[in-house]
T-cell receptor, first 116, second 113 residues
Framework: NAGVTQTPKFRVLKTGQSMTLLCAQD?????MYWYRQDPGMGLRLIHY???????AKGEVPDGYNVSRLKKQNFLLGLESAAPSQTSVYFC???????????????FGPGTRLLVL | GDSVTQMEGPVTLSEEAFLTINCTYT??????LFWYVQYPGEGLQLLLK?????DKGSNKGFEATYRKETTSFHLEKGSVQVSDSAVYFC????????????FGKGNQVVVIP
């Protein structure tokens, strides 16, 4: 099992450019999450999904969109990148309905994004 | 809303020293509590968790006890190693059924040989 994978690992954007971050999990998890990590701020939830075809806003959703067209994938989009979106982005997943393990979140290795 | 507070500042200590990282929380209901660890250049990994009052979570020599009366979940290890150098995050799960986590700001721990 690869667990949770993220692509790309690192990206540099210019202000106004768009990009999509991809998260994939192979644990058959129902729930998926996108966080951003900034120095001294801990992790803040951007958007999350509780199942295929569903998404919801987290703590800091502005400037981001998400889609969950397939259960194993969760995409995070930046339509018009801003320097304030320079951060490290983490994807996580949880809850396998068959095993019943609900609360533990499993994290990907992160995507480092620099917006100039 | 639910929140987690961790002690300010990095923690630097010598190998084999005793480690304590304080964590207190504010929540309605009875959340589950977690400690996650982030090694350099990696994502977060679950270190331990506790799901109800007086539960003790333990893993890799680390322990934390869910104290409802003091709303705390302090992390301890009796003898740290250089390999324990990492960032440690305290977190709680909300009770919405969506399994969202609220994280503290994290503490950088540096263990010197």
């Amino acid at each position: 099992n690869a667990g949770v994978t993220q692509t790309p690992k690192f990206r540099v954007l210019k202000t106004g450019q768009s990009m999509t971050l991809l998260c994939a999990q192979d644990m058959n998890h129902e729930y998926m999450y996108w966080y951003r990590q900034d120095p001294g701020m801990g992790l803040r939830l951007i958007h999350y999904s509780v199942g295929e075809g569903t998404t919801a806003k987290g703590e800091v959703p502005d400037g981001y969109n998400v889609s969950r067209l397939k259960k194993q994938n969760f995409l995070l989009g930046l339509e018009s990148a801003a320097p304030s979106q320079t951060s490290v982005y983490f994807c996580a997943s949880s809850y396998n309905a068959r095993t019943g393990n609900q609360e533990t979140q499993y994290f990907g290795p992160g995507t480092r994004l620099l917006v100039l | 809303g639910d929140s987690v507070t961790q002690m300010e500042g990095p923690v630097t200590l010598s190998e084999e020293a005793f480690l304590t990282i304080n964590c207190t929380y504010t929540a309605t209901g009875y959340p589950s509590l977690f400690w996650y660890v982030q090694y350099p250049g990696e994502g977060l990994q679950l270190l331990l968790k506790a799901t109800k009052a007086d539960d003790k979570g333990s893993n890799k020599g680390f322990e934390a006890t869910y104290r409802k009366e003091t709303t705390s979940f302090h992390l301890e290890k009796g003898s740290v190693q250089v390999s324990d150098s990492a960032v440690y995050f305290c977190a709680l799960s909300d009770q919405s059924g969506n399994n969202r986590l609220a994280f503290g700001k994290g503490n950088q721990v540096v263990v010197i040989p």
